[in-house]
């Protein structure tokens, strides 16, 4: 078995982009963002 560790990861943000006649919509941006480290799991009192 193989040893392997995603090191980036790819994100989707929207961002308003204004065309040529003024008008504003929104597009989807994707980058590459360096993976974080698995959430810590919190445990809540019942």
Same mark, same amino acid.
């Given at each position: 078995?193989?040893?392997? #560790?995603? &090191?980036?990861?790819? &994100?989707?943000?929207? #961002?308003?982009? /204004?065309?040529?006649?003024?008008? &504003?919509?929104?597009? +989807?941006?994707? &980058?590459?963002? @360096?993976?974080? #480290?698995? @959430? /810590? #799991? +919190?445990?809540? +009192? +019942?």
């Amino acid at each position: 078995m193989r040893d392997s #560790q995603m &090191t980036e990861r790819l &994100t989707m943000h929207w #961002q308003p982009v /204004v065309d040529e006649r003024g008008r &504003t919509h929104m597009e +989807a941006r994707w &980058t590459d963002e @360096p993976s974080r #480290q698995a @959430p /810590v #799991q +919190a445990s809540h +009192a +019942a």
